[in-house]
């Protein structure tokens, strides 16, 4: 089977990405990714918050003991200077120098003038794409959200104006309306969404009675709302789509394909079942596609989406109305007690 698809202008060899992680700094692991067939890989993301925190970290582990006594002003060399990104760009070159596939830099950062600066320095250390990793947590309540999506928008901007290189957004859920959002992200020139991205939320630990930030991967079923979105974007937008968030097998594959995405991205299969998950989902995909005779993806991507569908209703639902609507067949198989 001809598993090949086209991402964000990259011709890749299957839609099987895997996405932004801890994983993939490790060059032997990167190498594992690749062998068991990955098309493409996510570099975990320069976030340039951890940066800055590293930079005070730094400088006041530098000054605490500045002036103790009369005859010591400073402990350090003078020659010492803060790293930035440098670590983290010379860690990114060392991986694409070990991949033959595309390696897509994933960045965040805080001011205007560092989106670029650090696009420019991702897309010198050899990235083949760009994803913009946005998201956004309001705290305040005088802050509206037109304001946060022309801020993004102005990002995308001046980003594509900077670099050559492809450019996609990673996005969380969390607009009043992420098909205005995306509609008018392309617009700006966004080569492709990624949907969507998994933010993470405080938990309360009540026996200490303190925050803590647990680390959850993703549930085979959280794969709806992407499949949801995917079959409403096809055909409707001139970037690429990557479906995210709960793809385990190449049965989940298949059903992002078929709501019209041209790629997916997975990280927690990864996690559970190690680098020869992928080239099981690949076999899953294989099968499936021979079953029904399908040689390429092309042949069924987008089958099933809003825009070659005849049922207007099958997107547009979010309610229970259906269900209840066969409330009698639900009940038969799941009688109460």
């Given at each position: ?151 993004e928008l102005d990002i995308i901007e001046v980003v594509k104006k900077v670099v050559k290189i492809p450019v996609s957004v990673k996005l969380s859920l969390f607009y009043t309306n992420p098909l205005y959002t995306i509609s008018e992200m392309d617009k700006k020139g966004a080569n492709g969404f990624v949907l ?122 979010a309610q229970y109305v259906d269900i209840l609507m066969k409330s009698g067949e639900i009940f038969k198989k799941y009688p109460m007690r």
């Amino acid at each position: 089977m001809n598993l090949s698809t086209k991402y964000l202008g990259l011709e890749l060899k299957n839609p099987i990405i895997v996405g932004a992680s801890n994983l993939v700094t490790d060059i032997q692991m990167l190498k594992k990714l690749e062998q068991a067939g990955a098309a493409a890989i996510v570099y975990k993301s320069l976030f340039e918050e951890q940066i800055q925190l590293e930079n005070l970290e730094m400088h006041q582990e530098m000054t605490d003991y500045n002036e103790r006594n009369a005859e010591m002003t400073n402990l350090f060399q003078d020659d010492l200077y803060e790293a930035g990104p440098q670590e983290f760009l010379m860690n990114f070159a060392a991986a694409k120098k070990a991949l033959t596939i595309p390696l897509i830099a994933s960045l965040n950062a805080v001011y205007d003038e560092t989106w670029i600066e650090y696009a420019k320095k991702l897309e010198e250390a050899g990235a083949d794409a760009l994803e913009l990793n946005f998201y956004t947590a309001p705290v305040e309540f005088d802050v509206d959200g037109r304001g946060i999506l022309n801020e993004e928008l102005d990002i995308i901007e001046v980003v594509k104006k900077v670099v050559k290189i492809p450019v996609s957004v990673k996005l969380s859920l969390f607009y009043t309306n992420p098909l205005y959002t995306i509609s008018e992200m392309d617009k700006k020139g966004a080569n492709g969404f990624v949907l969507f991205n998994r933010l993470f939320q405080p938990d309360i630990n009540i026996e200490n009675e303190t925050h803590h930030f647990p680390y959850n991967l993703s549930n085979e079923q959280d794969n709806r709302l992407a499949l949801r979105f995917s079959g409403l974007l096809y055909s409707n937008i001139k970037g690429s789509v990557c479906a995210s968030q709960g793809i385990f097998t190449g049965a989940d594959v298949v059903k992002m394909l078929l709501a019209g995405a041209d790629a997916v991205q997975v990280v927690s299969t990864i996690y559970k079942n190690g680098p020869k998950q992928i080239t099981k989902m690949l076999e899953e995909i294989e099968a499936w596609m021979a079953s029904r005779h399908y040689e390429k993806i092309e042949d069924f991507r987008g089958k099933l989406s809003r825009a070659k569908l005849k049922d207007p209703f099958t997107y547009k639902r979010a309610q229970y109305v259906d269900i209840l609507m066969k409330s009698g067949e639900i009940f038969k198989k799941y009688p109460m007690r």
